[in-house]
């Protein structure tokens, strides 16, 4: 069944949208704060809704606010920072009970909705900072968490092609920003970030679920009248459709497994059709398990213990991760490019473009199933300026022809050779 997605504008900068279904026993509702990924502030941002879940006024410490959660049905309260494109996404969100289903009707939505405002609009600041004890705690969260994804060496590898393909520019940014800058974080400086989010983010709030929005809209629209407001513009991605050369880095660490990450740029899309061509590319060339990657680098030719390409909608860039013994680097990095080629020149069977077309089918169809993926979908689309549903792109699934899928494989270049290996014996 299609659901339907409206999207409008409660306050300066402040968004309503709400995507409902009755397939939901409960309903979601987030606030994101979407700003530019800036180097100088993109750490004192990241912690901010970490303390904005310790608590707000009317639950001014973590039990009560628990407590409160508790007596909600079970509500909730969580909160992330994400990378859309070139923005930092900053969520705190809550998760309740729909009306229908309490045992005396309780009012759930407008209570949970109005939870999450006091949480986002009356933190629980001290002297106007947050507590000591808090912003230490977080702190020391966010330092492990940035640290934990150089223990994860396929995702800090991607993460550095990243940002050598894009230095200097927003993308290069890390969402949770950096140690050094997380290690200075204060009470005042978290504060700071807090007021300047509060004042210039962009905010969309997002309902999913199955209830009546207007409530939750209601209650954010009173809430956010009164704040002061003066919101910069989306964020917008800046950078090059295509590489000019090729750039190879070659980092050593501590690793059994080397890592090879390949980065192209993709030539961009200008309407829907364009990008699922684009898409479907990128899903038979190396996105599913019958993609000529799998069967051929990894299962045929046993070049890697993985091989996978994405990717990414909003900057369109391409990504091929692998992981590979050392001595296989080189004929690894010739039988990608092989493949890419194979596409090219359209040397895919009909049962592989058909194979891809049900796999994206798939995909696409989960959506619409899970929370979480429509808030994700949607806030890609805002973020995008689009406003496509997963209903429409399915349908464009079975409408890309071959012709367009070669297309878009010839528009790709390759600009960023990435190999993290490990140090050289002594």
């Known amino acids: 069944m299609k659901t339907t997605f409206t999207r409008q504008p409660i306050g300066e900068g402040v968004y309503f949208s709400s995507v409902t279904d009755g397939k939901f026993k409960r309903n979601q509702i987030s606030v994101s704060l979407v700003v530019d990924l800036e180097r100088s502030s993109v750490t004192n941002r990241a912690i901010v809704p970490f303390l904005l879940r310790k608590g707000c006024r009317s639950c001014p410490d973590f039990t009560k606010l628990n407590q409160k959660l508790c007596q909600l049905y079970g509500a909730f309260l969580s909160c992330d920072v994400s990378k859309f494109g070139a923005a930092q996404v900053l969520d705190v969100a809550i998760s309740g009970v729909d009306d229908r289903f309490t045992l005396d009707k309780a009012p759930m939505v ?13 933190p629980n600041l001290v002297d106007g900072v947050f507590p000591q004890k808090d912003v230490a705690l977080e702190r020391q969260q966010i330092i492990d968490t940035i640290e934990s994804q150089i223990n994860d060496k396929r995702s800090y590898a991607m993460s550095r092609c990243c940002s050598i393909m894009c230095e200097g520019e927003s993308l290069a940014v890390e ?38 929005p207007a409530t939750a809209k209601e209650i954010f ?20 459709l295509e590489a000019s050369q090729v750039k190879e880095v070659t980092d050593q660490l501590d690793v059994a497994q080397s890592k090879l990450v390949l980065g192209f740029r993709t030539g961009g899309t200008s309407s829907p059709r364009e990008l699922m061509a684009l898409r479907l590319m990128v899903a038979l060339y190396g996105g599913t398990p019958n993609s000529r990657l799998f069967m051929y680098v990894r299962e045929k030719l046993s070049l890697c213990y993985y091989c996978a390409a994405r990717v990414d909608r909003l900057t369109g860039l391409m990504y091929v991760d692998s992981g590979v013994e050392k001595a296989n680097k080189q004929k690894a990095y010739d039988e990608i490019l092989r493949q890419l080629q194979v596409v090219r020149e359209g040397g895919f069977t009909d049962e592989e473009l058909e194979a891809t077309r049900l796999i994206m089918k798939t995909s696409l169809g989960r959506i619409g199933d899970v929370q979480g993926l429509i808030n994700e979908w949607y806030m890609a689309q805002i973020i ?4 496509v549903s997963p209903e429409e792109e399915l349908e464009l699934v ?3 022809t071959r012709e367009e899928i070669i297309q878009a494989a010839n528009k790709v270049t390759l600009d960023t050779v990435y190999f993290l290996t490990g140090k050289e014996a002594e």
């Open 221 to 240: 629209t009173k809430a956010f009248a009164g704040v002061s407001r003066h919101p910069a513009p989306l964020p917008k991605v800046e950078t090059a």
């Open 398 to 400: 079975d409408q890309v």
């Open 384 to 387: 995008a300026g689009t406003c």
């Open 110 to 122: 407008a209570q949970c909705a109005q939870l999450l405002a006091d949480v986002l609009l009356e």
């Open 175 to 212: 969402k949770y920003g950096y140690i050094e800058d997380a290690e200075k974080i204060t009470p005042e400086s978290a504060a700071a970030a807090y007021r300047q989010l509060l004042e210039t983010a962009q905010i969309e709030i997002m309902f999913v679920g199955c209830g009546d």
